[in-house]
């Protein structure tokens, strides 16, 4: 049985940080692409980040470059996604998810990924 489960989130004021981490049983993230995504009240699911060991690339929503960095402790099957600078508009409920690399022709479609957590919720206080 797979089981994503994400962890980090809370309240945080503007301009401050938080860590997600992502973690998985029943599969091996070694072999797939990882996102975070993210969805705010009344808004559609986009895609936050990924990353692929396989393909050793790293990727990122034009809104947070620069002000996040995914990375990966494949030994530990833990992927997290380190947050700075955070804005009100970063406010979303936080998913991990996992797809075969090259599943879709980019890399933030959501249904091209098979296995998703429930989410954590990260709330910005201006």
């Known amino acids: 049985e797979v089981q994503v489960v994400e962890s980090g989130g809370g309240l945080v004021q503007a301009g401050g940080s938080l860590r997600l981490s992502c973690t998985a049983s029943g599969f091996t993230f070694d072999d797939y692409t990882i996102g975070w995504f993210r969805q705010a009240p009344g808004k559609e699911r986009e895609g936050v980040s990924c990353?692929?060991?396989?393909?050793?690339?790293?990727y990122y929503q034009d809104s947070v470059k620069g002000r996040f960095t995914i990375s990966g402790d494949f030994a530990k099957n833990t992927v997290y996604l380190q947050m700075n600078s955070l804005k009100p508009q970063d406010a979303a409920v936080y998913y991990c998810?996992?797809?075969?690399?090259?599943?879709?022709?980019?890399?933030?479609?959501?249904?091209?990924?098979?296995?998703w957590g429930q989410g954590t919720e990260v709330t910005v206080s201006s």
């Open positions: 990353i692929s060991s396989s393909e050793g690339s790293t």
């Open positions: 998810a996992g797809k075969v690399p090259g599943a879709g022709s980019t890399n933030f479609q959501a249904a091209t990924y098979s296995y």
